[in-house]
């Protein structure tokens, strides 16, 4: 194998998040400055985080073929069945009726063909062209948003207002890889192998297999890093690194750390978009709690857990919940290592080798937890940091604190 086609034997669907400068407005009374977000940018960004490829058809269509897979097997049902998101404000009045009335087919890869046409597949962007009659996909790539954004199913299942920044907890970003003729056996099983949510954004460069979850894209306003190791000071840093040696976009990425040097050429289609595209997802607040979703009196015993016998404040710290703007950790002080399944210390294979703490705000939202999914729910969270540590919290303690995670 070529080491250029290794270098993009990974999918690249977007791990985490991407480009460069945040404002400094006033201070929060204490003295602490308080980023703010230029929302003329952040609208440019937007568009950059729903729509750009980089470039990146270059690789999904010249190199993997998805064009050519997509026009003859991929139906709107098994496009959702992989966890692939449709726009529904996308969608002309015609369509939601023929939807509605069956009259528009969601077993044809025709439809596909429209939808894309339309551009209602968020995080997919084809280019369709009338060849001897008939709508043809010529060209394919992807976007930010195929992973970091999901849909309310307001209008079915899969299918509904786009909410950006929410990571696609549904999307098999493997068995979607997998679909291509140009991967070898061995290669499609180890995207098989990867499993809803998950996505390892290193497999290509260091041959390794080790998953991790999709993390959000939201919330990120003042926390300085942005990965789960930490890697890089900004949002820039990670968009770069996606979208070029992940996406296939057109530009370079070099890290000497891990001895990572992509470049895509011809031209350089990723470095002028990069503080736009952060300043938009810098614009995402965590999304709050549904109404309902949390027993409230429980919540306030659980934040007394959380500062206090639980220990967790000692590193969930201040109004982002996370010490990661002041120190990283060693792979030894967090419990999510081991990796399940015997996978490499993912650590050790980034550039800081440690791991942030995450940020909490809006946790509710996407299970399973910890960067490698390890822990199903918040309940096997606090129970998993409960016998590591050995906390010995009591089973009304553990409940509450779950309450409280919930909270936030």
């Given at each position: 194998?070529?080491?250029?086609?290794?270098?993009?034997?990974?999918?690249?669907?977007?791990?985490?998040?991407?480009?460069?400068?945040?404002?400094?407005?006033?201070?929060?009374?204490?003295?602490?400055?308080?980023?703010?977000?230029?929302?003329?940018?952040?609208?440019?960004?937007?568009?950059?985080?729903?729509?750009?490829?980089?470039?990146?058809?270059?690789?999904?269509?010249?190199?993997?073929?998805?064009?050519?897979?997509i026009q003859s097997a991929v139906d709107p049902v098994t496009a959702l069945s992989v966890g692939l998101k449709v726009d529904a404000d996308a969608l002309p009045a015609a369509v939601v009726a023929g939807i509605q009335d069956g009259s528009v087919s969601l077993t044809s890869?025709?439809?596909?063909?429209?939808?894309?046409?339309?551009?209602?597949?968020?995080?997919?962007?084809?280019?369709?062209?009338?060849?001897?009659?008939?709508?043809?996909?010529?060209?394919?790539?992807?976007?930010?948003?195929?992973?970091?954004?999901?849909?309310?199913?307001?209008?079915?299942?899969?299918?509904?207002?786009?909410?950006?920044?929410?990571?696609?907890?549904?999307?098999?970003?493997?068995?979607?890889?997998?679909?291509?003729?140009?991967?070898?056996?061995?290669?499609?099983?180890?995207?098989?192998?990867?499993?809803?949510?998950?996505?390892?954004?290193?497999?290509?460069?260091?041959?390794?297999?080790?998953?991790?979850?999709?993390?959000?894209?939201?919330?990120?306003?003042?926390?300085?890093?942005?990965?789960?190791?930490?890697?890089?000071?900004?949002?820039?840093?990670?968009?770069?690194?996606?979208?070029?040696?992940?996406?296939?976009?057109?530009?370079?990425?070099?890290?000497?750390?891990?001895?990572?040097?992509?470049?895509?050429?011809?031209?350089?289609?990723?470095?002028?978009?990069?503080?736009?595209?952060?300043?938009?997802?810098?614009?995402?607040?965590?999304?709050?709690?549904?109404?309902?979703?949390?027993?409230?009196?429980?919540?306030?015993?659980?934040?007394?857990?959380?500062?206090?016998?639980?220990?967790c404040a000692k590193c969930h710290s201040g109004p982002t919940f996370t010490d990661a703007n002041m120190r990283l950790h060693d792979p030894s002080e967090v419990v999510s290592e081991p990796e399940p399944a015997g996978a490499p210390s993912y650590a050790l294979r980034s550039?800081?080798?440690?791991?942030?703490?995450?940020?909490?705000?809006?946790?509710?939202?996407?299970?399973?937890?910890?960067?490698?999914?390890?822990?199903?729910?918040?309940?096997?969270?606090?129970?998993?940091?409960?016998?590591?540590?050995?906390?010995?919290?009591?089973?009304?303690?553990?409940?509450?604190?779950?309450?409280?995670?919930?909270?936030?």
């Open positions: 194998m070529s080491r250029s086609y290794k270098r993009w034997r990974c999918l690249p669907f977007l791990l985490a998040v991407s480009a460069a400068l945040v404002g400094v407005g006033c201070d929060d009374g204490k003295g602490t400055p308080v980023e703010t977000v230029d929302p003329t940018l952040a609208a440019q960004g937007q568009n950059i985080f729903r729509f750009d490829t980089f470039g990146d058809e270059s690789f999904w269509t010249d190199v993997l073929q998805m064009n050519q897979v890869p025709d439809t596909t063909i429209a939808l894309l046409k339309l551009k209602a597949v968020v995080g997919v962007s084809g280019t369709v062209e009338t060849i001897a009659g008939r709508d043809t996909l010529t060209h394919v790539g992807i976007t930010c948003a195929i992973c970091h954004s999901t849909v309310d199913d307001s209008f079915a299942k899969g299918i509904g207002k786009r909410l950006d920044g929410w990571p696609n907890v549904d999307l098999n970003p493997g068995a979607i890889i997998a679909l291509s003729p140009a991967l070898a056996a061995d290669v499609k099983a180890v995207y098989n192998s990867w499993g809803p949510g998950k996505y390892d954004p290193r497999y290509n460069q260091d041959g390794l297999n080790g998953p991790q979850v999709i993390p959000p894209a939201y919330g990120l306003l003042g926390v300085h890093r942005i990965t789960a190791t930490g890697d890089g000071d900004d949002i820039a840093y990670w968009n770069r690194y996606v979208s070029v040696t992940q996406m296939g976009g057109h530009g370079s990425f070099m890290e000497p750390r891990t001895g990572v040097s992509v470049t895509n050429p011809p031209d350089d289609l990723v470095t002028a978009k990069l503080p736009a595209l952060q300043e938009y997802q810098l614009s995402l607040a965590a999304p709050p709690p549904p109404p309902g979703s949390f027993d409230a009196i429980a919540a306030q015993r659980g934040a007394q857990v959380f500062a206090g016998a639980g220990q550039a800081t080798k440690k791991y942030r703490t995450a940020p909490l705000r809006g946790i509710w939202q996407h299970p399973p937890y910890f960067h490698n999914g390890s822990a199903p729910t918040l309940d096997a969270v606090v129970e998993l940091y409960d016998t590591r540590k050995a906390l010995g919290l009591t089973a009304t303690q553990k409940s509450d604190l779950v309450e409280y995670l919930k909270s936030l």
